[in-house]
């Protein structure tokens, strides 16, 4: 019974509907038709349902585990997936499947695409980051170990995001501005050593290899070193080479104008000096102005030194003849000015001074250059006033020339030139009658000279005061003259028509000629002051016009004229010794004199 209960809940517990069920109907029917016992068919159906339940079990395991692999494999792409999204910065979108296969599917190929793009993202952050590393190791001298290390480093890096990539590149377009920046500063540094060196003959080469070797020989941007110490060693430089130049600058300047004043000492010749020209022109150039090649090499100062060294030693073989020379200078300069040159360095002086070895030759030269540069100094300051003594020398000149023309008898005849002379002679008169204002006006300048200066106004050794007075004296004498002789003309004229009343015709020639000479013995006997006229000169009937005087150089005539006027200004004149009485007398012997014909003391 037992058997058979359980049969029946086997039975009971298999659908025959089933396939399952419908084996186990026949594999029963199978039983009986065998003959098996109840019992038997319990116990098989039995250890048929606990194989079974042995089968489901692991069927049952084994979709538990591929579950919890699923979940596991699921979670780790969902973990990876939000670490993802965080390092990169992105957002993705919420799964709405339910089974975790779908779930998997649809997380795998967005996990491999952030995969990717992190990837891409790494990448791209570790060439800025390479880059940002090794200009920083360019620019603070570091080497390219450090630069490694850090680039070995991203792959620990969790911030992946647009915004520190963008934060990267500008630190990156920041670097790289300030190593072109660095990179233009070290090629201008490195192009002004250049010109330096050039300008004091150094070799250029070895000057920036001093600083760093990748400074000569390469073009490369890369590998030319833009570090702080590159730019300071630069720096440095530059200023080394700047006061270099400074020196050696005043040191040739002083050696060129030494050459230049002995240059003008023993007046070289342009073929020699034309060889250094280039250094002589250093003489008026500012530093900066001095970029010629070689220019302040040791080489050519020591060549310019060794020019002047040996201009010195002719110098001195030549210094007696310089000095003479420079004395005739300033003879012809005090000449010119009519001023007399200081006794002192007369040539008989000079040569006994040098010969006796007293007085430094070149001490001697220097004082007659500053004696030539005062004496064109004050040259300039007597040249308003010279030039209205050579105004005043020539209308004199014109003066004796219109006195000459007026003794003519032939001057109104036809002949050649006559009409030059009329011309001449009628402006000659108008600058005659403007000499005395000119003799006024001189003075009153010569004064006012000698009042800002607080020295008198030498005229070839005398006063122009003096000479300028004396003729005024001498002007007024003449003046004086000219109206005696008319007095005696007038009274000549009287004594003759007198006579004509008394002896009633016209004296002969010879009675009057005596009577003149009676009259004046008896003049000469009564006062004793034997004052006479002298005649003057008269032209033949038949002697020619005089020859036209043209306008010339004075200088012959104005020193005759101005020594004339230092013999009378030694001994001036009286006029009130000679009385108006004696002067008739005197000029009561004369017959025949022209009213224009001047008159002079002798």
Known sequence: MAGYGLDKAVRASVSFDTPCGALLLELEQIWTEIGEREQDKDRMFLELEKECMRVYRQKVDSASAERAQLRQSLMAKEAELKALVASIGENTTRFKHTSLKDKLTAVTPLLEELRAKKEERIKQISNVQSQIEKIKAQISDHGSQNYDGCVKQLSDDHDLSTRRISDLQMQLRNLQKEKSDRLQKVFIYVDEVHGLCAVLGMDFAETVKEVHPSLHGTNSENSTNISDSTLE????TILKLKAEKKTRLMKLQEIVEKLHKLWNLMESAEQERRQFAKVAAVLGSSEEEITSPGILSLKAIQETEEEVERLTKQKASRMKELVLKKRLELEDVCRNAHMEPDMNTAPEKIIALIDSGLVDPCELLCSIEVQIAKANEESLTRKDIMERVDKWLSACDEETWLEEYNQDDN?????????????????????????????DNLIAKTFAWEDET???????????????????????????????????????????????????????????NSFNRRMSNHHSNGNGTGFMTPVPRRVSAGSATPELLTPRSYSGRYNNYFKE??????????????????????????SGSEPDSPLYLH
């Open 454 to 512: 607080n020295v008198p106004f030498l005229y070839d050794g005398v006063r122009l005061v003096a000479i300028l007075e004396e003729q005024k004296l001498r002007r007024a004498q003449r003046e004086e003259d000219k109206r005696r002789s008319r007095d005696q003309k007038k009274l000549q004229s009287l004594l003759l028509k007198e006579k004509e009343l008394i002896f009633g015709s016209k004296p002969s020639p010879r009675k009057t």
């Open 565 to 590: 006027n230092r013999r009378l200004t030694a001994a001036p004149l009286n006029f009130s010794a000679v009385s108006k009485e004696d002067s008739m007398s005197s000029f009561a012997s004369i």
């Open 233 to 236: 060693g630069l720096t440095q």
């Open 411 to 439: 001057r109104y005849s036809a002949g050649r030139g006559a009409h030059l002379n009329l011309k001449r002679a009628e402006k000659a008169r108008i600058l005659v009658q403007k000499i005395p204002s000119m003799i």
